[in-house]
């Protein structure tokens, strides 16, 4: 089986399923990142860079969009020269939150995609309001 992972800082949250997969005889697990200091046995790393930081105009609220772009960007990009070398994943798994996966589906479209949607937004409880020195009011304070 040929399991293709995408998440920019490996392993991330597939430490013990990328461990799991690759010990398997017959396994060839692929593991696209931005980290080039770790490794797992008999797993690949393909370490990514965005060809180009986000653009100082871009509006604030706007600069993670780009980034994610530019991640997927640089992922699929890769993945379409692991296509080339032949390594088609029988199953893809990443993260959604920094955009490795966005476009892998337009690379692989019959390959099922596995995501990790780890980021759940609301005004109050999660990524807002959880820190009493910080009022919900004072971050739409930069509402423009």
């Known amino acids: 089986m040929k399991i293709l992972f995408a998440h920019q ?3 991330g949250q597939y430490l013990h399923l990328a461990r799991h997969l ?5 396994n060839e ?3 696209i990142t931005q980290r080039k200091d770790a ?6 790393n393909v370490v990514y860079r965005p060809q180009r930081p986000v653009s100082n105009g871009v509006h604030h609220y706007l600069r993670e969009t780009e980034a994610g772009v ?5 992922v699929a990009r890769i993945a379409l ?5 032949g390594f088609v994943p029988d199953v893809m798994l ?3 939150g920094w955009g490795e996966i966005w476009y892998l589906k337009d690379v692989f479209p019959q ?8 980021f759940f937004y609301r005004f109050q409880g999660a990524d807002v309001g959880f820190d009493p020195e910080v009022s919900p009011q004072s971050c739409s304070a930069g509402w423009s």
């Open 9 to 11: 800082n490996f392993p």
């Open 29 to 31: 697990v692929v593991f």
């Open 81 to 85: 020269s692991l296509k080339e070398s």
């Open 39 to 44: 490794s797992l046995p008999g797993v690949r």
């Open 94 to 96: 990443g993260h959604n």
């Open 22 to 26: 690759s010990a398997i005889p017959g």
């Open 111 to 118: 390959t099922p995609l596995i995501g990790y949607f780890e």
């Open 70 to 74: 530019l991640n997927a960007q640089e």
